[in-house]
């Protein structure tokens, strides 16, 4: 898959995978929660045999790499940061950004921070979406009321790391195998009932292992949250409202580089992150991507068609045409 090191970057250290010969372009994978670097295991030799260097990191709070212990140590400055560390370590000007689910949130506000420093952006399963005009924990507690929403249970430390890492077996089985929308049903929205119950004890138990994915492919992500617990990828989500201040004015106003969105149309994260607003912080040549059947764990489930998707988008970034209105 790549050689592993290990890179200073920012104040912290991160397991990389490395792939790709240096001197050639630039691609970094971002991925999301609960994640790792391993999460790309089926594009990183792809790319790097397309001609692309490479890089993985477990971002922090994740697998091989530093868990600073303070909330603030996640936002979005921070994890940005460690993207730009990365680059500076090969020796890169500019990178293309490829993020999934968190890691997309790092990838479309990076061109925003970081303006010089990116030549292409490509999002999966969470779009660019604008920032909000209120401090998204107000909105979700505006929207949710007494419901149950997962990102506000996250917010208390505690709770959630205790209920996540009691049981990391049943955490990412449930994860990995529930977070699908089926006959039309979203996972997210079924679960928002008021209750004690904790996030994963909401999720359905699924019946097997996934398709796309192998029993020991699951138990190397069990063995990684067993050894480091699950407060460090949480504390992402307790900075929401921390980087919605941060972020009221950026070096950048839009996203200004050639943008591809990959989504599922089982994915029932989408249906909490709206497309119908992209160009608002789109600025350069926006393609979308949606593949038919597919959930949240988008590169894992369909890498033949995540692979195609990013190659195409990476071998001519900048002949996209930018669409005449926002898609719905």
Known sequence: ???????????????????????????????????????????????AAAGYHVLAPDQRGYGGSSAPSKIEDYDILKLTGDIAGLLDDVGAEKATLVGHDWGSVVATNFPLLYPDRISACATLSVPPIPRPLDPPTVS????????????????????????????????????????????????????????????IERLPEPDDTPEWITQDEVDHYVAEFTRGGFSGPLNWYRNFDRNWELTATT??????????????TADP???????????????????????????HWLQQERPAEVNAALLEFLDDPAGIRRPEHALG
């Open 1 to 47: 898959m790549g050689t592993e090191r290990l890179i200073d970057t920012n104040g912290v250290t991160l397991r990389v995978m490395e792939a790709g010969d240096r001197g050639a372009p630039v691609v970094v994978l971002a991925h999301g929660f609960p994640e790792l670097a391993y999460s790309w295991r089926h594009q990183i030799p792809v790319l």
């Open 251 to 264: 070096p950048s106003k839009t996203i200004n580089v050639p943008t591809l969105f990959i989504g599922g």
């Open 140 to 199: 979700w507690r505006r929207a949710f009321g007494e419901n149950f929403f997962y990102i506000l249970y996250f917010q208390e430390p505690g709770p959630a790391d205790t209920e996540l890492g009691s049981d990391p077996a049943r955490t990412m089985r449930r994860m990995m195998g529930g977070i699908k929308s089926t006959d039309g049903t979203n996972v997210f929205l079924q679960m928002a009932t008021p209750g004690p119950e904790g996030f």
């Open 269 to 295: 994260a989408l249906a909490m992150t709206p497309r119908d607003r992209v160009l608002d912080v789109v600025s350069g040549p926006y393609r979308e991507v949606m593949i038919e059947g597919a959930g």
